[in-house]
């Protein structure tokens, strides 16, 4: 049986508590609210057609698409360009496909691997110059059906380069010995500790003149310019647009939105086109603290590591935070290196 005193201190007990648990609930509710208000804020602005609607905003407008994909900075890797053409090609949606170029150039390969995408895609393709698009961003538009450019566009710089540094001097200044040991007279070509021979500078010329004469023959054949009148445009200058047109090297000077039109009406679409952008995953918080920096935005949720609840939380307070904006790429760095052929 309860005495006085016992009541009264189970009576202080529960006024005690009830404070704290009142605001725990209170902040609970605070939170479902806030996590329901920022998803609906995120729902209507994803809806509200930007300016780069996703692949599914603009399938519930309906109407056949113009997808658009764009290519900017500098071209150090092929897998995301030559990923979103495939997906675009896959997709019945879209009906053509306008590439925004916005870029110097870059290395070779990736600059050739873009531009085979683009040559062999099956369906109508318009490459857009933006401000640049030179050297391996020229290379890529030489596989679209139909270049547009604007008259102020730099583009041209049809050529290889691979720089070097001839150091010795600075190191014989700073009192260092380097040196190799290897298996080739060929080897350390290019090494930034002493000068160049006249054998390594024949067999590195060489081998540009090579990937030079790929070049020309990309333009020369998505052109249909002949080799001779590509050669003599061929030694790394850059034209205007406008010049560019004069010479054949573009089709039309035109905007982005020229081009879209003009993918629309390649593919027979009537009336307006939907512009379709490519659908980007966004990255949490989580992600960027403990995710591979060079994880690709557009990865399927499947292909990451899986992680705990509160990583699903921190997805969604940073989207609700960041209304819903894509994180930006985190700069490349590179080491000097023999990989250095720039187009």
């Given amino acids: 049986m309860l005495t006085v005193r016992d009541k009264k201190i189970m009576s202080e007990n529960k006024s005690s508590m009830n404070p704290l648990v009142f605001i725990l609930l209170l902040s609970g509710g605070f939170f479902l609210i806030f996590l329901v208000l920022s998803g609906v804020f995120v729902a209507f602005k994803g809806a509200g057609g930007g300016a780069h ?10 109407g056949a698409g113009v997808g658009v994909i764009e290519v900017s900075g500098v071209i150090m890797d092929s897998k995301k360009i030559v990923t979103r053409l495939q997906r675009f090609e896959d997709d019945d949606r879209i009906k053509a496909v306008v590439l925004r170029l916005n870029s110097p150039g870059g290395s070779v390969a990736p600059s050739q691997e873009i531009y085979e995408a683009v040559r062999h895609f099956k369906k109508p393709l318009i490459a857009s110059m933006g401000s640049v698009a030179a050297s391996g961003a020229y290379y890529i538009a030489c596989g679209a059906k139909k270049v547009y450019a604007n008259p102020g566009t730099l583009t041209g710089s049809i050529g290889v380069i691979m720089p070097f540094a001839n150091l010795q001097k600075l190191y014989e200044w700073a009192k260092v010995h380097r040196y190799s ?25 060489a081998m540009l003149d090579d990937v030079l004469m790929q070049f020309k023959k990309a333009v020369s054949t998505g052109r249909d310019l ?12 850059i034209f205007s647009g406008q010049q560019a047109k004069a010479l054949h090297l573009v089709d039309e000077l035109g905007t982005l939105q ?6 629309g009406s390649l593919a027979q679409i009537k009336g307006k086109p939907t512009v379709i952008y ?3 995953k966004r ?14 935005d557009e990865a399927s949720e499947s292909s990451r590591s899986p992680s705990d609840g509160l990583s699903q939380v921190f997805h969604w307070v940073e989207n609700a935070l960041q ?6 790429p985190r700069p490349l760095t590179l080491e000097p290196g023999m990989y250095w052929l720039w187009q």
């Fill in 226 to 237: 002949s080799l001779e009148k590509v050669s003599a445009v061929a030694d790394g200058r």
């Fill in 258 to 263: 020229d081009a879209i039109a003009e993918a």
């Fill in 181 to 205: 040991i290897k298996t080739g007279k060929y080897k350390d070509a290019g090494a930034d500790y002493r000068e160049m021979t006249l054998d390594e500078r024949a067999l590195l010329q």
């Fill in 53 to 62: 609607p996703s692949v599914a905003t603009s399938f519930l407008r309906g």
């Fill in 278 to 280: 490519p659908e980007k």
């Fill in 323 to 328: 209304g819903g904006a894509h994180a930006e």
């Fill in 283 to 296: 990255r949490s918080l989580w992600d960027f603290v403990f995710e591979d920096p060079s994880w690709d």
